[in-house]
């Protein structure tokens, strides 16, 4: 019986319960000290989940993991545990998945550059493993609930904790519950809940105790249970020991409990306390390595039996396993440290993993030895290919502290830094880096060195930085490289606004003779050469389009030049194509950043409720894979909506409290919130930042110049506004997209000298709009300003058919402000009644509103003939999942069935504009 645990047993209870009866998914962490009870807890989940009536849902299969501090270096070491009673089902995944697993797991070992063009190669693995692990539980609770237990999760390695918690953070309807035990630091399950657990009560204690008929005596039990402290491990060991110095002992209690176990191990036979030191030394309890390394000392496995009996260890056929962690480490660090050195050198000896052997000889290894060092990096490769790059960091380092020559420990310093990064810790990333470069003065490893603490300036939202250091050390590095250090610093520099190094990456892929369109085109933007700077960037999306998919970088560039450009046409395009991309391939880690370009593209299309379903998939992504930090800068494509709306409560929620970047996308969304309430001295304001600011060459700068054009004319400021004209009218002079174009005409009507110029300006930018068929918003505008001017020269009549049009756009974007002004102005022609209905009228209720983000997104795919299981492989969800969300969005559609559902009207507010 547990004592003490009534809350966290009923909540476990209904974790289980929901999964059998109602195939709720469910995920915790339970949290505590040592010898708190966790296991405990863990073995009650186990025997409630496998002993169950039929109406009770009957039994679940349970599956489980104990993490091992010396496998912590050892790449999905825990997932191979986890996953081994089912490894049979994994090739019944999707190819993507299914190659990824087999290659965690080691069946599927080999060197990165084999691996088929068009697989996405080792860099997947990170979180396709994750998604892997998602899929097979699904399919599994496709025969019956799941348990998954994993206890002491602190010591899992690195990749399979990853994989499990993306897992865990995406389940729903499956039926699958997972369950991490861990202590108080060494696991992160950010995104699930948690269960602190707490030290018993004096009266759970005295109950506890006396369950385990020990007999002390009543001076005794009050002083085991004062000591122990509430902990219920050394409630129990204080308990048996029968002695007080071991329990008196001013130590902290973890450190008193051990010291009551190495009391126990020390009254144990010489060849028995051997023997337990072979196994703490060998950590995964690996018989035959074990066995073979005990044989050369003398002893095996009848040398346990009394630690058997000391209720120490458990022996079985195949396995030896500590009853508690700190048995292990009181039989390990209580052993002499020559003992503890000649136990790993036998260990090593036997051992037959590669893996194992060098995790052995590292331990002994005291001085440089670069023997041992070539071993640690070969297992450092393994790891890596792996994708365990957490475990590769740590092998790297030591193969580096091992290395004898300086030059080849910079060299595997750098690679721990590079494999340290992509295992998502760019501060150790930096870190590492700056002690390689203090090591090597080799130009090309200088340069390597530089590409990594680049990645970690720009993850830390420092791009200029980062631009500085690519182009600084570019000429050290090979040619290729060189290439593409130059072209990822002039990208970097140009979001940051940054001219002069935008400059210095041209001139310097110039004198090397190479040339690069996207370069050249940034180049001559940045310096205000429109004319010269379009046409190169344009030439560069044409390239990208031109690439394969698999061809992921220049595609991705190719996505941020369109957006650039404002050609909303090739953004939409390859966007939509690249996500499809990297959804097939699993290629999770790119995959935020395509869809918050995807997303821009679908603001600028109209198509707002798909761009807040993208969104909220970039943010929900993100921080499924640890790119937490994305989420605000994602954040600023939904508060162009908001803005758009009127809705400023939604918009600074969307930027955050903190003062938006001068000049960045926050504050272009502040102006045009502005705009709309009629702030225009507060737009001004703002839009004289953006004016100045990195984006200002841009075509959201553009969109934003068009903004304060009508911010300085209404503001009486004509001089402001012919200034902003002026550069959005080079711009689309000079090659811009229709869209640019007619606002830039828009804009010249505002600015008009006569009526006859205001009319033809206004004509010429409602037929581009036309021609266009994109920018609804931009569009309704337009015809709101045209109906105005109409209505101002007294042509009410004719004012009415552009103003009824504007009023119509914007209700169905929900742009509230311009929809009561472009209807304010209708009333004032003299429009009355019924013919000007309120927005709330006009905006009836659009049945897709009542969806979630998610359900949006599964409910578009189903409509367009897509099975459960392909909506799932490309949303990252389990099909139970996909069925849920379905079960819950039939309803709010007034349908029942796929069938129906293919029969609504389902386009984008886009479309329909």
């Keep these: 019986m547990l004592h003490g645990r009534d809350i966290e047993l009923a909540w ?77 089902r994994i090739d019944g ?81 499956e039926g699958v519950v997972m369950l991490f035990a861990a202590r108080e630091d060494g696991f992160a399950g950010p995104g699930l809940p948690e269960t602190p657990l707490s030290r018993l009560t004096d009266a759970d204690a005295e109950r506890l105790l006396a369950e385990q008929r020990d007999g002390l005596p009543p001076d005794l039990r009050t002083r085991v249970v004062r000591e122990s402290e509430g902990n219920p491990l050394a409630l129990l060991e204080f308990g048996s020991a029968r002695r007080t110095p071991a329990i008196l002992t001013p130590l902290p209690l973890a450190e008193r409990v051990a010291a009551a176990f190495r009391a126990r191990i020390a009254g144990l036979p010489e060849k028995s306390r051997l023997m337990l030191l072979l196994a703490a030394a060998e950590g995964r309890g690996h018989m035959p390595t074990l066995l073979a390394a005990a044989a050369t000392f003398g002893v095996g496995l009848t040398d346990l039996e009394e630690a058997e009996r000391a209720r120490l260890v458990e022996v079985t056929g195949a396995s030896i396993r500590f009853r508690h962690p700190l048995i292990r480490s009181a039989t390990y660090h209580g052993a002499v440290a020559a003992q503890r050195m000649t136990v790993h050198r036998a260990l ?18 005291l001085s440089p030895d670069e023997d041992v060092a070539a071993e640690l990096q070969d297992a450092a490769e393994r790891a890596q290919r792996r994708a365990g790059f957490g475990p590769a960091a ?45 090591l090597t003065d080799a130009p090309d490893e200088r340069a390597r060195l530089a590409r990594i603490r680049a990645a970690v300036e720009s993850e830390r939202g420092d791009h200029g930085a980062a631009a500085r250091l690519l182009v600084e050390y570019a000429a050290h590095a090979t040619p290729a490289d060189a290439v593409a250090m130059l072209r990822t610093g002039a990208t970097y520099a140009w979001t940051a606004g940054d001219a002069a190094t935008i400059g210095r990456a041209a001139g310097l892929l110039g004198a ?83 869809l918050e370009a995807l997303a821009q593209a679908q ?84 839009l ?19 903004d304060q054009v009508e911010a300085a004319v209404r503001a009486g400021r004509p001089d402001q506004a012919r200034e902003a004209f002026r550069r959005l009218d080079a711009w689309a002079d000079a090659g811009g997209p229709l869209w640019a174009r007619a606002v830039a005409l828009r804009s010249r009507a505002l600015l008009h000298d006569t009526d006859a110029d205001a009319e033809s300006a206004f004509a010429s930018a409602v037929r581009l709009h036309e021609e266009d068929g994109g920018r609804p918003f931009e569009r309704a505008r337009t015809e709101l300003l045209h109906g105005e001017w109409l209505r101002r020269v007294r042509r009410r009549s004719d004012a009415r058919g552009p103003l009824r049009s504007a009023a119509r756009l914007f209700d169905r974007l929900k742009a509230a402000p311009w929809a009561e002004r472009a209807r304010s102005e ?80 389902l386009e984008t507010t886009a479309a329909r504009a």
């Excluded at 090593?348 to 331990?363: F, G, I, K, Q, Y």
């Excluded at 930042?689 to 110049?705: I, K, L």
Aim: hydrophobic letters at 45%; proline letters at 4%.
């Design 512 to 594: 090397s003779g190479r040339d690069d369109a996207a370069v050249r085109g940034l180049d001559r933007l940045a310096d205000g050469d429109y004319a010269a700077g379009l046409p190169l960037l344009a030439q560069a999306v044409r390239d990208g389009r031109a690439t394969a998919p698999a061809t992921t970088d220049d595609r991705v560039q190719a996505v941020r030049w369109s957006l650039v450009l404002g050609d909303d046409t090739a953004a939409l395009e390859l966007a939509t194509a690249e996500v499809a991309h990297r959804r097939r391939e699993g290629l999770l880690g790119g995959l935020p950043n395509v």
């Design 394 to 438: 740590t092998l790297y380092r030591q193969a580096a502290d091992l290395s004898p020559d300086r030059a080849v420990r910079a060299r595997r310093l750098g690679a721990a830094a590079d494999a340290v990064f992509r295992a998502g810790r760019p501060a150790a990333a930096d870190e590492l880096a700056a002690q390689a470069e203090k």
């Design 603 to 686: 603001v600028a299309a109209g198509a707002h409720r798909d761009a807040e379903a993208t969104a909220q998939e970039a943010i929900t992504i993100a921080r499924d894979i640890g790119m937490e930090g994305r989420e605000s800068r994602i954040g600023t494509v939904r508060a162009r909506i908001a803005a758009i709306e009127g809705d400023e409560e939604r918009l600074w929620t969307l930027i955050g409290d903190a003062a938006p970047s001068a000049g960045g996308p926050a504050d272009i969304a502040l102006a045009l919130l502005d705009l709309g309430l009629g702030r225009y001295e507060a737009a001004l304001q703002r």
């Design 93 to 173: 995944l999707p190819h993507a998945q299914a190659a990824a697993l087999r290659g965690a797991l080691g069946a599927n070992d080999r060197p990165a550059d084999d691996v088929p063009a068009g697989t996405g190669g080792v860099e997947q693995n990170r979180f396709a493993c994750g998604l892997a692990v998602l899929t097979l539980l699904a399919e599994l609770a496709e025969d019956g609930p799941v348990l998954c237990l994993v206890d002491d999760a602190q010591w899992l390695d690195a990749a399979t904790a990853e994989a499990l918690l993306f897992a865990a953070r995406r389940l729903a309807a």
């Design 348 to 365: 090593a000896d036997a051992s037959e993993d590669p893996d194992c052997r060098v995790r052995h000889l590292a331990t002994v290894t």
């Design 688 to 706: 004289d930042e953006v004016a100045q600011g990195p984006w200002r060459h841009s075509a959201v700068g553009m969109a934003a110049a068009a």
């Design 12 to 88: 476990l209870s209904q974790l289980i319960t929901e999964a059998r009866v109602d195939g709720r998914s469910g995920a915790a962490v339970l949290r505590g000290e040592a010898g708190i009870g966790k296991s405990a807890l863990l073995e009650w989940a186990a025997e409630e989940a496998t002993h169950a009536p039929p109406e009770a849902g009957g039994d679940m299969r349970v599956l489980r993991v104990t993490g091992f501090e010396a496998e912590r270096d050892i790449a999905f070491a825990g997932l191979l545990q986890l996953l081994w009673p089912v490894r049979d």
């Design 826 to 905: 209708l009333r004032a022609t003299g429009e009355t009644g019924s013919a000007v209905p309120s927005h709330q009228q006009a905006t009836a209720a659009d049945p897709l509103d009542r969806l979630t983000p998610q359900e949006l997104q599964v409910v578009r795919l189903a409509a367009e003939g897509n099975s459960s299981r392909e909506i799932a492989a490309q949303l990252f969800l389990s099909p139970r999942t996909v069925e849920y969300h379905l079960y819950k969005a039939y309803p709010k559609l007034g349908v029942s069935s796929r069938r129906q559902l293919a029969r609504l009207d």
